[in-house]
């Protein structure tokens, strides 16, 4: 039987929880979130659609999500859970529809934990939402999802003829749409002299793709390397090319689910 695009990414992340101890930490995390998020995908409310007003279906299910989040997440994710457990039930659908309002600009980082939990909420939603989407247009776009407008959160290279095919994958509802092997998804810049690759012998199908143009860059997984990858697992995996990145002087064009 063939495993669910949810059960892909709970095997994978469990896999290199085992693999990477630097990471099991944030890839166990990731794992309970994936659970939640997939009873939470299998059970969207039946005809929805992408108006806001549609989050009122969703509404019922947030605290039962808090409840799990809560006892799932490191602090400060599990405290924030529990506040907003804790505020009328009326706050909750102001928050959700608060942060879907801004969710294609919203760049998870610290501070910010109630946008992340919402984020978390979701993103199965929006994901949802794009599955049952029409085909998406069969051309190259830019830099942003042609389906929701929020930034990547990877780079995908899929074997094409004699050599490989670039996409990208949204960060919010999981779309993904191709664009030019050589181009920053950030600025356009096409100069090869200007786009910066680093890979790591540890994550061989695995390379920072940075822009020494507009300074940011995203990691990109190369399923011609490593047909087991799951790109958006093992970009939240590869923790030591952040770094690299960071240390050089580059910015995340999007962090991932976990802020990272």
Not at 1 to 14: L, N, P, T
Not at 127 to 132: F, G, M, Q
Not at 239 to 247: K, R, S, T
Request: with cysteine; hydrophobic share 40%.
């Amino acid at each position: 039987m063939m495993r669910s695009k949810w059960d892909q990414r709970i095997r994978r992340a469990d896999e290199l929880a085992a693999a990477h101890p630097f990471a099991a930490e944030v890839l166990r995390f990731y794992s309970r979130i994936s659970s939640l998020q997939k009873d939470l995908y299998l059970g969207m409310p039946a005809g929805l659609v992408r108006e806001t007003s549609d989050l009122r279906m969703l509404v019922p299910k947030f605290p039962g999500f808090l409840v799990s989040l809560a006892a799932a997440a490191p602090d400060p994710i599990a405290q924030c859970a529990r506040d907003l457990k804790g505020r009328d039930p009326s706050q909750w659908l102001e928050i959700l529809m608060s942060f879907w309002d801004a969710a294609p600009r919203f760049q998870p980082e610290a501070g910010r934990e109630a946008e992340l939990v919402a984020s978390i909420f979701l993103q199965p939603y929006a994901e949802y939402l794009a599955d049952r989407s029409g085909p998406m247009p069969a051309r190259e776009t830019f830099g942003t999802c042609p389906f929701c407008a929020a930034r990547p959160v990877a780079g995908v290279l899929r074997q094409e003829g004699d050599g490989g095919k670039r996409s990208l994958i949204c960060a919010l509802c999981a779309t993904e749409w191709n664009i030019g092997r050589i181009v920053c998804p950030a600025c356009g810049e096409e100069t090869v002299e200007k786009l910066a690759v680093y890979t790591a012998e540890q994550f061989p199908h695995v390379r920072v793709e940075a822009c020494d143009t507009c300074r940011y860059y995203i990691k990109t997984v190369d399923l011609t390397k490593n047909g087991h990858a799951v790109p958006v697992v093992d970009e939240l995996a590869t923790i030591p090319l952040n770094l690299w990145a960071h240390q050089h002087g580059y910015v995340k064009l999007r962090a991932n689910l976990l802020g990272i």
